[in-house]
C-alpha cells in the first residue's frame, strides 16, 4: 500500500463515499505537476484497492472535490518524513499512509498545512521513524489490546512491538479517510474497490505510446465513454493551485 492524500474537506470520507467517476481535468494537472516537461499516457480507471498495492511503474491519480489521492510504488519512504511530493499541492491536511506485506512494514504520518503533526514508521521489532505526540487513536495500539501475532511455537522477539505495524497503519486509514484495505469492514465503513482511479504511465518527451484511433463501432463507443471518467466542474480549488505553482 502507498497512498498519498492531500486533503481541504472537513470530511473525506463523505466525499470518498459519494465519489462516482473521478475527475479526469484534475487528475491530470495533478499528473503533469508531479512529472512536468514528461509525456502522460492514460492507462483507465482501477479501484483504489488495486492502485494502493501498485508494485508497476503506473502512477495513479484520484481527484474529487476537496480531496486528491496519489498512488505510487516509490510513496514507501523508511521515513515518512522524507515523502517524496509531499508538497505538491498545497492543502489544510496531508496523509501519508504505506505498508509493505513481505517484510510487514507498515508507516503513516499527517501534515497540517507545511507542518508535520506526527509521523511513525517501523517493521515488528524495530521503529524507523517516531515523530510528534502519539495521536489519540494510538492509545489501544500502544496498550497492546491489538497484539503481534506469532506462529505457534515461535519465540517472539523481545523487541517486538505490541502491534502489528501494517495493521497499525491500516487503523489510521481508518481514523482519517473512513476505510481500511484488510479485514472485516465495519458498519458504515468504505468499501475502497467502490472508489476509482486513473493510470498515467510516464514518459520521455515524445515517446508515450500514440492512443488507438477512434472507433466506428457504435457500441464500442458507448462503451468507452461509459467508462471515461467525468471531468466536470469539481476540485477547482486544487486545480487552481496546480496551476498556479506551474507558472
Same mark, same amino acid.
Given at each position: 500500500?502507498?497512498?498519498?492524500?492531500?486533503?481541504? #474537506?472537513?470530511?473525506?470520507?463523505?466525499?470518498?463515499?459519494? +465519489?462516482?467517476?473521478?475527475?479526469?481535468?484534475?487528475?491530470?494537472?495533478?499528473?503533469?505537476?508531479?512529472?512536468?516537461?514528461?509525456?502522460?499516457?492514460?492507462?483507465?480507471?482501477?479501484?483504489?484497492? !488495486?492502485?494502493?498495492?501498485?508494485?508497476? @511503474?503506473?502512477?495513479?491519480?484520484?481527484?474529487?472535490?476537496?480531496?486528491?489521492?496519489?498512488?505510487?510504488?516509490?510513496?514507501?519512504?523508511? #521515513?515518512?518524513? #522524507?515523502?517524496?511530493?509531499?508538497?505538491?499541492?498545497?492543502?489544510?491536511? #496531508?496523509?501519508?499512509?504505506?505498508? $509493505?506485506?513481505?517484510?510487514?512494514?507498515?508507516?503513516?504520518?499527517?501534515?497540517?498545512?507545511?507542518?508535520?503533526?506526527?509521523?511513525?514508521?517501523?517493521?515488528?521489532?524495530?521503529?524507523?521513524? @517516531?515523530?510528534?505526540?502519539? &495521536?489519540?487513536?494510538?492509545?489501544?495500539?500502544?496498550?497492546?489490546?491489538?497484539? &503481534? !501475532?506469532?506462529?505457534?511455537?515461535?519465540?517472539? @522477539?523481545?523487541?517486538?512491538?505490541?502491534?502489528?505495524?501494517?495493521?497499525?497503519?491500516? +487503523?489510521?486509514?481508518?481514523?482519517?479517510?473512513?476505510? $481500511?484495505?484488510?479485514? +472485516?469492514?465495519?458498519?458504515?465503513? &468504505?468499501?475502497?474497490?467502490?472508489?476509482?482511479?486513473?493510470?498515467?504511465?510516464?514518459?520521455?518527451?515524445? !515517446?508515450?505510446?500514440?492512443?488507438?484511433?477512434?472507433?466506428? @463501432?457504435?457500441?464500442?463507443?458507448?462503451?468507452?465513454?461509459?467508462?471515461?471518467?467525468?471531468?466536470?466542474?469539481?476540485?477547482?480549488?486544487?486545480?487552481?493551485?496546480?496551476?498556479?505553482?506551474?507558472?
Amino acid at each position: 500500500m502507498s497512498t498519498l492524500w492531500f486533503v481541504d #474537506t472537513p470530511d473525506p470520507a463523505a466525499v470518498l463515499g459519494n +465519489a462516482e467517476s473521478p475527475d479526469g481535468d484534475a487528475a491530470l494537472a495533478v499528473a503533469q505537476r508531479l512529472h512536468p516537461n514528461m509525456d502522460l499516457a492514460p492507462t483507465g480507471v482501477v479501484p483504489l484497492s !488495486q492502485a494502493a498495492g501498485v508494485t508497476d @511503474d503506473v502512477l495513479y491519480v484520484g481527484a474529487f472535490p476537496g480531496l486528491v489521492v496519489v498512488c505510487h510504488k516509490d510513496l514507501t519512504p523508511t #521515513t515518512p518524513t #522524507t515523502t517524496p511530493w509531499r508538497s505538491a499541492i498545497d492543502s489544510a491536511t #496531508t496523509y501519508l499512509v504505506a505498508s $509493505r506485506p513481505e517484510d510487514a512494514w507498515g508507516a503513516f504520518a499527517v501534515w497540517e498545512g507545511d507542518t508535520l503533526r506526527r509521523s511513525f514508521s517501523a517493521a515488528p521489532a524495530t521503529i524507523l521513524e @517516531d515523530s510528534g505526540i502519539p &495521536l489519540v487513536w494510538e492509545r489501544p495500539y500502544w496498550a497492546g489490546e491489538f497484539p &503481534l !501475532q506469532h506462529p505457534p511455537g515461535a519465540l517472539p @522477539d523481545p523487541q517486538s512491538l505490541p502491534f502489528h505495524p501494517q495493521q497499525f497503519a491500516e +487503523a489510521a486509514n481508518r481514523e482519517w479517510l473512513g476505510f $481500511r484495505y484488510t479485514g +472485516a469492514r465495519s458498519e458504515g465503513e &468504505l468499501n475502497p474497490t467502490s472508489i476509482g482511479l486513473l493510470g498515467f504511465t510516464v514518459h520521455p518527451p515524445g !515517446q508515450a505510446p500514440r492512443p488507438n484511433p477512434p472507433t466506428t @463501432d457504435a457500441s464500442a463507443a458507448r462503451d468507452s465513454a461509459a467508462a471515461a471518467p467525468a471531468t466536470g466542474a469539481v476540485k477547482r480549488t486544487f486545480l487552481d493551485r496546480i496551476r498556479r505553482k506551474t507558472r
